[in-house]
Nanobody, 114 residues
């Protein structure tokens, strides 16, 4: 079964940057879709960014132009580069993958303070 482990979360000031990384237990080229979701305080879980095995991407409107998702097929990770962070980005971020069913990481906290 696919295992996903996130890293890179932490606390940062408004306008700062963080890079999240999700390590997979299998080769990333075997996963049809990978991405990131988040759950902010008082809000439902929402999609942040997705990437397919063909390289197509989709982003939430709130992060377009600030976040970039990419896959490293050598290290077998899916990363999320987050720039120009806002307080509204504060949330627990979860790695997601699809391969004969959905898989989730344990989550990593991102806190943005002004």
């Amino acid at each position: 079964q696919v295992q996903l482990v996130e890293s890179g979360g932490g606390s940062v000031q408004t306008g700062g940057s963080l890079r999240l990384s999700c390590a997979t237990s299998t080769s990333t080229d075997s996963l049809n879709i990978m991405g990131w979701y988040r759950r902010a305080p008082g809000n439902q879980r929402e999609m942040v960014a997705l990437i397919s095995n063909m390289g197509s991407t989709t982003y939430a409107d709130s992060v377009k132009g600030r976040f970039t998702i990419f896959v490293d097929n050598v290290k077998n990770t899916v990363d999320l580069q987050m720039n120009s962070l806002k307080s509204e980005d504060t949330a627990v971020y979860y790695c997601y993958a699809f391969l004969t069913g959905t898989h989730w990481g344990q989550g990593t906290q991102v806190t943005v303070s002004s």
